[in-house]
């Protein structure tokens, strides 16, 4: 570790001109590989293609991305834009891939499409 980044080392690259060359490019190992996590982590991977339901039990979808914003990520199923907080996504598991969400009054709300206002009069 460097601060937060992870530092890797790769057979065959041994001086920092070589590494700048590889700056940026995606590194997957093994399924089987992948570090522990604590209790309440999840890879984002395991996310995806989980089942959403309300705490209700009403199915909301599928998730199909895990967006990463700068602030809270978000989690995409179908036209909604979820955010993924411990607030709001209270049950996680990943490996039944079901999520329980307890949304905030209005929050599926927003990215549905309804009317439109009628467009400014020109003249």
Known sequence: MHGDHLIFKFQGVDTISEAEKLAGAEVSIPFEQRAELADDEVYQSDLIGCEVFEATGRF????????????????????????????????????????????????????????????????
Do not use: W, Y
């Open 60 to 123: 909301l979808g599928v998730v199909t991305e895990f967006e990463e914003t700068g602030g809270t990520p978000l989690l995409h199923i179908g036209d909604l834009l979820i955010p993924f907080a411990k607030s709001i996504c209270v049950k996680i598991d990943p490996a039944n891939k079901r999520i329980v969400v307890n949304p905030p009054d209005g929050l599926l709300n927003l990215n549905v499409p309804g009317p439109q206002p009628p467009p400014p009069n020109r003249k």
